[in-house]
């Protein structure tokens, strides 16, 4: 099983700091971030850039699990969705230069009105379709559920519709129990699509819900993994730790270690 962790954990290190950590605890790979908060890379990153991230990858021994784009939305009127577009093409013109062969794309918010959401649904389908056309195959990119947005269910009606290996789904636990999306239903639409699953555990309260490290939640995590394979999934196993907007989480000294350990009790049991 592939191990890898966002850099969502790292927010004070650079992009060359976080692949020696990867490294340093043992990770197979990263998921580095395109974002001018915070990111290891935005898209005016130079040559020089890109080449020291992937001589640095090519060093370590660690392989690049996915690039994070925080591309703009459609959703606000019909120029919206042609940015939306501009916005892909962009990031995967990037991710061609830096050799990714993943790239996880924002989806935006979908309306809570039924009807405007299905003409959402229509429309985001629309520009996937689009962008797809016009990537190479040697680039998949990963839609990902979140529960103030899409479910398991409508990531994969969407893959279904597009109909091609160049667009694959992210499972991501925490977003999946929020939605009441048990592992059996989330077995059911996402088997032999899903090419990343996202470790992050949860312990919901009264008042929301809290991150705590992976086993310390609420989560039947093992049961998820073995929905979609257990030993057998090919995908990458990704710790999402999201101290970049949470700077109480636990440092990646603590957290990234704890999850690799984890992750091998894991697949013991």
């Known amino acids: 099983m592939k191990l890898s962790y966002s850099t969502l954990a790292t927010p004070d ?49 660690i392989a690049l699990a996915s690039l994070w784009a925080y591309n703009e939305y459609g959703g606000s009127g019909p ?24 790239m996880r794309i924002g989806l935006g918010k ?34 990902q559920n979140h529960y ?4 398991i269910q409508e990531c994969a009606k969407i893959i279904q519709h597009c109909g091609t290996s160049k667009l694959g789904l992210i499972v991501s636990s925490d977003h999946c129990w929020l939605q009441g999306e048990d ?13 990343q699953f996202y470790v992050a555990d949860i312990q919901i309260h009264e008042n929301g819900y809290e991150d705590v490290l992976p086993g310390m939640g609420e989560i039947p995590m093992h049961a998820y993994v073995s929905t979609l394979g257990g030993h057998d999934f090919q995908g990458w196993v990704t710790f999402k730790w999201e101290k970049l907007w949470r700077p109480y989480l636990a440092d990646p ?16 049991e």
């Not at 290190?13 to 395109?34: P, T």
């Not at 013109?93 to 993943?102: F, P, Q």
């Not at 009105?113 to 229509?122: G, N, P, R, V």
């Open 13 to 61: 290190l650079s992009g060359v700091e976080a692949i020696r950590l990867a490294r340093i605890h043992e990770f197979d790979g990263i998921d580095l971030r395109v974002s001018e908060m915070s990111g290891e890379l935005t898209l005016d990153a130079s040559k020089e850039q890109l080449r020291e991230l992937s001589d640095t990858l090519n060093g370590e021994g």
């Open 79 to 102: 120029a919206s969705w042609n940015q939306m577009e501009m916005s892909l093409l962009r990031h995967i013109e990037l991710a061609n230069k830096l050799g990714a062969t993943s």
């Open 148 to 151: 103030n947005n899409l479910n």
């Open 253 to 268: 000294e603590v957290a990234l270690p704890a999850f690799i350990s984890y992750m091998r009790n894991l697949m013991n």
């Open 183 to 195: 592992p059996q239903t989330v077995g059911l639409a996402a088997t032999g699509i899903t090419k």
């Open 110 to 143: 979908k309306p809570k009105d039924q009807s405007e959401a299905l003409i959402y649904l229509a429309r985001l389908t629309e520009v996937i379709q689009k962008v797809l056309g016009q990537t190479s195959n040697q680039l998949t990119l990963l839609i």
